[in-house]
Every structure is written in C-alpha cells, then in structure tokens.
C-alpha cells in the first residue's frame, strides 16, 4: 500500500501495459464543443475583445444574460455512439482510451454529488464516461480520466468580470450571480482590478477550501470509475512555487493523497498496482510519483523510465476554423516518442452532437492502414540502445509541433526479442538505407520491409546499408525488420 508522501510514491514503477499500448486516443469533449469555436471558450466569452467573446455576442448574447451555464443546457451529445467511435479508434491503432471527466469549464461528464452541473444532470442527461468505459472495456482496452479542475478556480476569474465599454458597460456578468456561485467558484481572490497584470496569476489556487473540494472530487471519480489511467493538467496540485524538499510533503498533501487513493484502489482491485497518473511538472523528484506528461511537446532523448505525449489533431475543443495535423505528421510524433521510451495519447475532435468530422475520418482511415502494416514495430516495444540516428530532430520548444523536415540519413529505433525495427523517417526515401549505429559484434541476420517482404543489404563493421524498394505511392514511414544474431 503506497502513503501520501513523496518517499512511498517514488518506488512506484511503471506498468507494463502502459508501456506496452504505445497509442491511446483522447476525448476531449464538453460543453465547450457547443459553439464550434475552439479551446478556453468558456473564459475568453468572458474577455471582452476576444474573438470568442464577439462570437458569443453576436450568435447568443450578452454575458450577463445568456452565459456558460446557459451553454451547457445546449450540449445535447444527441448523436454521441461511443462503440462506433471506439470501433473507429481500436482500428486506427489505439490500444488505451482517455475520457475528459472535467475541463476547466468545471462541468463534469459523469455523475457526481459535489456539482449539479455534470452531463447526468444538465445538457446530455447521460453519463458521457461511464459510456466511454463501457466501449473501451469491449476492446480490452486500458480506460483513463483527465481532470482539469484543479486549475479551475483561478482559470475561471474572468466571469467574475463586466465590460469596460459599450452598452454593458459595468453590467456585472452570470457569473456574479450567487445562485450559480457553486459552479462559476467563489474565486474573488483572483480576480484582478483594473490595470493590474492578470497573466501573473497563479495556475494553481492556494484556496484551501478548494483543495478540499478537488480531493473529494476525485476520491468520487476513483471510487465510481477505477480509471487505470488518471490525469491532472498541471502540476501535482496544490503547489507552484518548485518547493521539492520531502519536508514539504505538506505543500502537495492533496495531489499525493489523490495518486496514493489511485494506486491503493488499483492494489485493491488487482492485487497489485496497474494504474498510471500523470502531470506536467519536469521535475523528476516530482513525476517519479507516476509518468510525466508532455502537452504538444516531446523529450530530446531516451527517458530511462516512460512518458507520455499528448497531442491533438486540431485544437483542443471542436473549432470550424481549426487546420488539422495530417496523418504522416501524427505518424512521426508517435515514432519519436516511443523511441524515447514514450507513448502518444490523441485527441480526436468531436463535434457538440457526439459525431467526428469528414476530415477526422480520413486521419483514422490512414492511421489504420499504416498500422496494419506497421503494428508490430509499436506495440510492446522498447527503446533500442540509441533512439535514432540522421541530422533532423523535433524542435522542442512550448508547444510547437513543427512537421520536421526528414532527410534520407534520419532513422528512428525500437527493440522487440532480438528484432531492431528501424523507422525510415523520410517516407519517400532513397534506393538505399545507410544505418550507422549498429556496433560491429551486432551481427545482422536478415531484414525484412515490413508490407513489402526480405530486402538486400550487406554489413562492414557495423555499417548497414539496405536496398530499399519503391515506395512512391505513399509518403508514410517504412520500417525496416532487422534481426540480429
């Protein structure tokens, strides 16, 4: 059994099955689909001048009088059919399942006894998780929850506010309206006054009484869903401030009582612990405590234990206006992060009614088809000695996904019983393959061109070069099967 402390969490260990599925798709879906307009509506229709804020103007009305609750009595999820989705998701490649149980909107998609506004309640009348569990549990699939609560409380400041011009000038938004204060938070404190800089306000409340509401809350979603997979969108709540000392257990007493209350139910389940959470901090003397999370971003290297990369084929919320990641660039993220010894977790968009779009559609259907070929050099692999060798890498910096510019020299490696799979990251490669990180002892048996079958090559002192075929019909990454002796 694991304590709240940072001494018991740290000898948690990774399970195999988290670093064994390697692609897990995400919903990250609620009541901020509604208007199709993109991520953080429901605190942008609170800014005046945002394009969000005009959008809610002109299509729903003032603030004041039509808000976010108002919103969520609108998200219907009428068309929403999770094992069809689920269906689409196990054939793309997807061996786990996330579901948002709350966004910082703070409307949950499950039922709860601590907020009237969850999707039983208001909006759909359905339990949205407990429905995605049920169709990931068909597919034998590793079920997980994202929370994005613990940043709510100082996230949603802005509908606490008014305009400064116009003809609602100083016309107090719904969110002041004190039959509504449970949902939009009792969160005064971080609401700036005129001129002050709202940017420096913390991600992380220190309201106390919050951190005690936040820890029941997800006390109720351990006990009511076991998600073998838990994530918080911040740093392991409730502190900012880089205080890593074990003497200041005290500081992060309500995220190491929530991760132990996780991995102890998982115990309780299993006989041992299988559960995974993870968080954003990069501290290593914080994530130990599960897997650290990189949102649209990647790690330089081989990280001696996993972690997870999250992404999205758009934005984070259904956007009419949103440019969507093409497959082969989704491709790339998942082989560069699982030669770090990573996973990919993707968010497929949907729209307010539960559907994907066309477009959507196409992304999963190349996704399939590559992994129909490709399975085997992902799944229940592990980082070769190098993760890759050539002159192009992924630019780590915020959260830019540039599509990397791949030249015939750039390789990427995982291991699997004695098989190297090596990914030829410039999909409309070459003739031929020089890989150079082989060392002389590693003799070479054969090599096979996943799809295509045996190919050519010959071996000097390490150097491996192989003739490729032609692959002009598709730009996707090959992947070489080579076994060793």
Not at 219 to 231: A, G
């Amino acid at each position: 059994m694991f304590e709240p402390t940072f001494e018991s969490l740290r000898t948690y260990k990774c399970p195999d099955w988290f670093r064994d599925v390697k692609f897990g798709i995400w919903s990250h879906w609620g009541p901020q689909s509604v208007p199709m307009c993109g991520d953080w509506y429901a605190r942008n229709m609170y800014i005046q001048g945002t394009d969000q804020y005009e959008y809610h103007l002109r299509t729903y009305g003032h603030p004041s009088k039509f808000g976010y609750k108002d919103i969520c009595a609108l998200w219907k999820a009428e068309n929403f059919d999770p094992d069809a989705l689920m269906e689409k998701y196990y054939k793309a490649g997807a061996r786990y399942f996330v579901a948002q149980a709350s966004h910082h909107d703070h409307f949950f998609n499950f039922k709860s006894k601590y907020n009237r506004f969850n999707s039983l309640e208001v909006g759909p009348h359905k339990d949205i998780c407990g429905m995605w569990k049920a169709a990931a549990k068909k597919y034998n699939m590793p079920f997980g929850m994202t929370e994005h609560i613990g940043a709510s409380f100082s996230w949603w400041r802005s509908n606490k506010g008014c305009d400064t011009y116009g003809p609602y000038a100083g016309v107090p938004y719904d969110g002041n309206d004190p039959l509504y204060r449970d949902f939009y938070h009792d969160n005064y404190e971080h609401v700036t006054k005129p001129g002050e800089d709202d940017s420096k306000c913390l991600w992380l409340t220190k309201n106390e009484k919050f951190h005690e509401y936040w820890l029941n809350v997800m006390k109720e979603i351990i006990d009511n869903y076991q998600p073998d997979l838990l994530y918080s969108d911040s740093w392991l709540p409730f502190e900012e401030e880089n205080n890593l000392e074990d003497k200041n257990d005290n500081l992060y007493r309500y995220g190491l009582e929530a991760v132990s209350y996780l991995y102890n139910m998982s115990e309780k389940l299993h006989g041992e612990n299988t559960a995974v959470y993870t968080q954003k901090h990069r501290d290593e003397r914080i994530y130990k405590v599960g897997v650290l999370d990189m949102e649209r971003s990647q790690l330089p290297d081989i990280s001696p234990v996993p972690w997870q990369s999250e992404t999205c084929i758009g934005g984070w919320f259904y956007d009419k206006k949103a440019h969507y990641k093409k497959p082969r660039h989704i491709i790339d993220i998942l082989i560069d992060s699982i030669a770090k010894n990573g996973t990919l977790l993707l968010n497929i968009l949907q729209r307010p009614d539960g559907t994907i779009d066309e477009q959507a559609e196409w992304i999963l259907d190349e996704l399939a088809a590559w992994f129909k070929i490709n399975s085997e050099a992902v799944y229940e692999t592990r980082p070769f000695r190098v993760s890759g060798e050539g002159h192009s890498h992924v630019i780590i910096e915020g959260f830019r996904e540039d599509q990397v510019d791949w030249q015939d020299d750039d390789f990427r490696f995982v291991q699997k019983d004695g098989t190297v799979y090596a990914f030829i990251m410039k999909g409309d490669h070459s003739k031929t393959a020089v890989i150079k990180s082989f060392k002389p002892e590693e003799e070479v048996m054969s090599i096979e061109y996943l799809g295509i079958g045996p190919v050519e090559y010959v071996q000097h002192s390490g150097v491996l070069i192989v003739d490729l075929p032609d692959r002009t019909e598709t730009s996707m990454p090959g992947v070489l099967k080579i076994k060793l002796g």
